[in-house]
Nanobody, 126 residues
Framework: QTQLAESGGGLVQPGGSLRLSCVAS????????IGWFRQAPGKEREGVAC????????VYSDSVKGRFTISRDNAKKTVYLQMDNLSPADTAVYYC???????????????????WGQGTQVTVSS
């Protein structure tokens, strides 16, 4: 059974940092793309960053390039999202999701991904 569990969200001041973790279970991660997505109130879910679990290739949205870093630890079946220089615009529920590499390819688009975690709230506020 495919499961994804996020952790690491919380309240942080503008300019601060957070690191999110996504632990996968129930499937062989090497065959997948795992990504981070976010959804703010009243907005569509958007892709933030995705990583090919086998080769490590990454894709970022323009809004987070240079501030967020996605990484993986295949032995721990865990994907991380290091978020630096956070702003109130980054406030959202952050989800991790997984999709087979042959289906997701180089996209980081929410409708492509089928397996989702429950999400973790990130709030950036002074």
């Amino acid at each position: 059974q495919t499961q994804l569990a996020e952790s690491g969200g919380g309240l942080v001041q503008p300019g601060g940092s957070l690191r999110l973790s996504c632990v996968a279970s129930g499937f062989t991660v090497d065959y997948y793309v795992i990504g981070w997505f976010r959804q703010a109130p009243g907005k569509e879910r958007e892709g933030v960053a995705c990583i090919h679990m086998y080769e490590g290739k990454t894709v970022y949205s323009d809004s987070v390039k240079g501030r967020f870093t996605i990484s993986r630890d295949n032995a721990k079946k865990t994907v991380y999202l290091q978020m630096d220089n956070l702003s109130p615009a980054d406030t959202a529920v952050y989800y991790c999701a997984a999709e087979l590499l042959y289906h997701a390819a180089d996209t980081c688009s929410a409708p492509i991904f089928e397996s989702w975690g429950q999400g973790t709230q990130v709030t950036v506020s002074s």
